[in-house]
């Protein structure tokens, strides 16, 4: 059903590129032009969206044992990148065209304009619907929202270019009324500013869980006393926190206890109620491997007497 969605939607986009070149070649307006530019660049990121959300669905195989779950990230990345590309550009061109304003035919101007607005904002309001799904964790239904990056780096994108859109029929108005050209530009540039401003912290989500930066809101102590909640651990070493996508949360660890002749259906009780606890915080995917005492490592993550030691 997305991906049908998101069909449609490439469609749309192409219809507006189309329609807006030609009339702006017709009226001499950049800011027809620049908007048509910018709708290529939202279908690419659109087209991007469609082919990770294909990838992110492919099953896991002995090559891909992961299957392709950092495609919604790095599509994120990838379309949020290009955004604040085309917007810098846009904020280039602008500021040139103030100081060079040229004669535009508003008609064309303010009919095309409203036909995008209406289009990308249909566009955007689809992808915004898109990109939220609410599962739920535990006896309790512990419910979590997680937001596509993928799906919402495209939503940004049709957001930005409807906006835009709005600032081309706003200018095409003052054109129209008052011959004054250099709106078009100064419209232009508060837009692009604004949409930098809002884009900024998916680059930033995106680019650091393609880095494998702990990206949970998750207070550390909390998660230090879960894991050092039964007396008998008396290290943990080697922790690693990643979101590979928006709705995998991993964490992975080794538990050092304190009797090494603990039989296995204890040390399996032991971890699976640490497990538990972990997944009330939201993790999914949790591989903890237990040690013996010649693995003590004695780093931050370390755990004497149920203090942290530092």
């Keep these: 059903m997305k991906e049908k969605k998101l069909l449609w939607i490439i469609i749309f986009n192409l219809f507006i590129i189309v329609s807006e070149i030609f009339f702006g070649l017709v009226s001499n307006s950049f800011a027809l032009i620049a908007d048509a530019l910018h709708n290529i660049g939202d279908v690419i990121a659109v087209a991007i ?53 040229e004669i535009i035919e508003p008609i064309y101007m303010i009919v095309v304009g409203i036909i995008a607005v209406i289009a990308n904002g249909v566009s955007a309001y689809i992808l915004n619907n ?19 990056t993928n799906i919402r780096s495209a939503y940004l994108h049709m957001l930005a270019d409807a906006l835009i ?35 900024y912290p998916l680059l930033k989500k995106s680019f650091l869980s393609l880095m494998d930066v ?42 050092v206890l304190n009797d090494d002749t603990i039989s296995l259906k204890k ?24 040690d013996d005492q010649t693995c003590l490592k004695h780093h931050k993550y370390c755990i004497k007497e149920n203090n942290v030691s530092v």
């Design 165 to 199: 859109s709005v600032g081309v029929v706003v200018a095409g108005i003052f054109i129209y009324f008052f011959e004054v050209y250099r709106v078009d530009s100064l419209l232009t540039i508060g837009f692009s500013i604004f949409i930098l401003f809002h884009s």
């Design 49 to 101: 969206t469609y082919l990770a959300l294909r990838l992110a669905s492919t099953k896991a195989s002995f090559k891909y044992t992961f299957g392709f779950l950092r495609a919604e990230m790095m599509a994120g990345f990838v379309n949020t990148l290009f955004l604040f590309l085309t917007m810098f550009y846009m904020i280039y061109e602008s500021i040139f065209r103030f100081m060079h304003p």
């Design 214 to 255: 702990n990206t949970i809101e998750i207070d550390e102590q909390s998660l230090e006393k879960i894991i050092a909640s039964d007396e008998r651990i008396i290290e943990y070493h080697d922790l690693h926190i990643y979101q590979p996508s928006s709705k995998e949360r991993f964490i992975s660890f080794h538990l």
């Design 267 to 290: 040390s399996r009780l032991l971890v699976s109620k640490v497990e538990e606890k972990l997944e009330h915080l939201g993790f999914n995917h949790i591989l903890i491997q237990l």
């Design 130 to 148: 898109m990109g939220v799904a609410s599962c739920s964790h535990g006896e309790h239904e512990h419910h979590h929202d997680h937001e596509d």
